[in-house]
């Protein structure tokens, strides 16, 4: 594997903290929710971490286009994602907020910053890609056979061809704190941060991903000869 490759973003954020806001980005079958989960698995033996899925509101609204009023439906399970977000990080004080979700358009991304902003959290975008499209296809798939409720009544294709089209990619101009982009099947890392100086906690979740890496290398291997 190669060493995370590091890049200065333009500018920077004097209110960063030592609280975190990790917002979880990339196709259906990138690998987010596996990377959430093991990132979630390792910080929770020293932080307080939350896994907040958007997942219920976007599948289920994959499909609204065929409905007059999706984007009333739309907003409305916004709404409800961060008033419950909001809750539990007033409540629960947590270190470390996952957003796991596509993340895919812009707006939906520029949503959760200002939510960092609001309850002072670092902002973190880990952009999961699989850039062999057959690999998130088999993915997807596999989720499907094994039952997956947020992909209930979705067709692979459809998913796949969707998301394409919509996919805004320009993370690396918006406004976040730190960008990681990791290849799940590759397992490069690419960090670019708008941040001076070293910082501990980023260092230790690109290491998770690495210990990832290393740990996936047998499954991949196994893939490959199917």
């Not at 259906?28 to 509101?57: D, E, H, M, Q």
């Not at 490069?188 to 260092?203: D, H, M, P, T, V």
């Amino acid at each position: 594997m190669d060493s995370p490759s590091s890049e200065a973003m333009n500018s920077s954020n004097d209110n960063a903290s030592n609280k975190y806001l990790i917002i979880m980005c990339g196709m259906p079958g990138a690998g987010k929710t596996t990377v959430a989960n093991i990132i979630k698995n390792y910080f929770s033996t020293s932080k307080n971490v939350a896994i907040l899925s958007r997942y219920p509101f976007l599948y289920k609204s994959l499909f609204f286009n065929r409905v007059n009023r999706k984007r009333d439906l739309e907003k409305l399970r916004d709404e409800s994602f961060y008033y419950n977000a909001s809750n539990k990080v007033k409540n629960e004080n947590y270190d470390v907020v996952i957003f796991d979700g596509t993340h895919h358009k812009k707006c939906k991304r520029e949503k959760a910053y200002e939510f960092a902003k609001k309850n002072k959290l670092t902002k973190i975008v880990l952009e999961c890609v699989c850039p062999d499209e057959e690999v998130l296809k088999w993915r997807l798939k596999n989720q499907i056979e094994k039952g997956s409720k947020k992909l209930i009544g979705c067709q692979v294709e459809e998913i796949v061809e969707k998301y394409k089209q919509d996919y805004e990619n320009t993370i690396y101009q918006e406004q976040v704190d730190y960008y990681i982009q990791y290849d799940t099947i590759e397992h490069n890392i690419r960090l670019a941060s708008r941040q001076k100086g070293e910082n501990e906690f980023i260092r230790e979740l690109c290491s998770v991903l690495e210990c990832f890496q290393r740990n996936s290398e047998k499954k991949c291997r196994r893939f490959n000869k199917k």
